[in-house]
């Protein structure tokens, strides 16, 4: 594997989008006692449910430590890859490489900066070396040349792209002082064409209410096709999440895409009932030190847009919600060639991310 120092859009690499082919997607068995409850087991059965709907259309490879090897082979379907691998928790998404693809079929992969969600300033844990080292490790397990782009802090949740020139991120993320302060906006939109083989990069300005990634995207919004996207959606205006949506609404009915379509946007409702910890949640997990720390009571950043596009389903968090069902009959529409794959979520979500988080999609080349 070459560790290369030039920029995958002078070199001619892309991000193609989530529901393009993909040769497989990347996990990792999640162990960590103050991310996940009760030592985790409750949140391997969910990895478990999850990584066997992915199996079914494409190939899953799941990163495991020394320690859980025997458990995660014996919870897992055969078909699911386990390789060995040191980390600090279990977001692919984030800690994965995010792959580009030459028009002439060759794959490389990103290694962005990694500081667990803001660093010192208001990272989620400490260290985050084992995670920071993921993206190349994996690269070389599958053979990919891998861009060195550790000295800007990103995280694969914080982009979505529509693999036509259109690139989707946050201010309230990427702008965040726990990543890249020194950047200015045009520095970092510069930066995010010239790893994405983008032209166009549409800033919304929120995320989900109380997301702790400073606001990913990829829990608010996502493309569905070009030209398309599913917009996290309240209707209630005395919840705080509706001033996040509205804000980002106003942003997409501007916005053309690089292709100088106008976006077409489909509400996608957020669960009727917050989504809350509870107090024996809160006695599962362990505390280290110096580490936020989650309250009874407190509403977690719960949404369906926290989907996986797989090559024949979408895998769709659920919360046990009456919007569970109203949700699932919406991306169905969106997604028509596609099975809808619904899975309980809330286990993933008291680690603070989705289904989303928890993939990293290895495009076809
Ligand atoms: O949502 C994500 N992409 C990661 C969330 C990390 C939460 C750590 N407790």
């Known amino acids: 594997m070459h560790i290369l120092h030039t920029q995958p859009k002078a070199d001619g690499f892309f991000m193609p989008a989530e529901f393009a082919p993909h040769d497989g997607c990347i996990m990792i068995w999640p162990e ?3 991310s996940w409850r009760n030592g985790a087991y409750a949140a391997r059965n969910a990895f478990v449910k999850i990584a066997a709907a992915i199996a079914a259309s494409e190939e899953v490879t799941m990163l495991v430590s020394n320690q859980q090897y025997e458990t995660a082979r014996a919870m897992l379907p055969p ?13 692919a998404r984030d800690t994965a490489p995010t792959f580009v693809l030459h028009p002439d079929g060759r794959r490389r992969g990103i290694d962005w900066g990694f500081n667990a969600w803001g660093g010192l300033t208001d990272g989620l844990y400490f260290p985050w070396d084992n995670d920071n080292h993921v993206a190349r490790k994996v690269c070389d397990l599958f053979r990919c040349d891998c861009y060195s782009m550790r000295d800007f802090i990103l995280e694969g949740g ?5 693999g036509e020139g259109t690139i989707l991120t946050t201010e309230a993320c990427l702008l965040s002082k726990g990543r890249n302060p020194q950047m200015t906006k045009a520095e970092i939109t510069e930066m995010l064409c010239d790893c994405l083989g983008a032209k166009t990069v549409i800033w919304l300005p929120r995320g989900i209410y109380q997301d702790e990634t ?6 608010i919004c996502a493309f569905t096709e ?10 209630d205006k005395s919840d705080p999440q509706y001033a996040l949506s509205q804000a980002c609404l106003d ?3 501007q916005a053309t895409d690089a292709k100088g379509r106008h976006i077409q946007v489909q509400k996608l409702p957020i669960p009727a009932k ?7 949640e809160c006695m599962g997990l362990d505390f280290w030190d110096g580490e936020p720390t989650r309250t009874p009571g407190e509403r977690l950043a719960a949404s369906y847009v926290n989907f996986y596009i797989s090559n024949k389903s979408v895998i769709v968090p659920q919360f046990d919600d009456p919007m569970d069902a109203v949700a699932i ?3 169905q529409n969106c997604f028509p060639t596609r099975n809808i794959v619904p899975i309980a979520a809330r286990e993933i979500l008291i680690g603070g991310g989705n289904i989303h988080c928890i993939t990293q999609q290895i495009p076809k080349n």
């Open 274 to 280: 917050p989504v809350c910890m509870t107090e024996e």
């Open 251 to 253: 942003v997409l009915e």
């Open 329 to 331: 009959k919406i991306l």
């Open 214 to 219: 400073n606001e990913h995207v990829d829990n």
């Open 226 to 235: 070009p030209g398309k996207v599913v917009l996290a959606w309240t209707d």
């Open 32 to 34: 960590r006692s103050d």
């Open 79 to 91: 078909e699911v890859r386990l390789v060995e691998c040191t980390t600090d928790d279990a977001w």
């Open 158 to 162: 914080s982009i979505h792209s529509d």
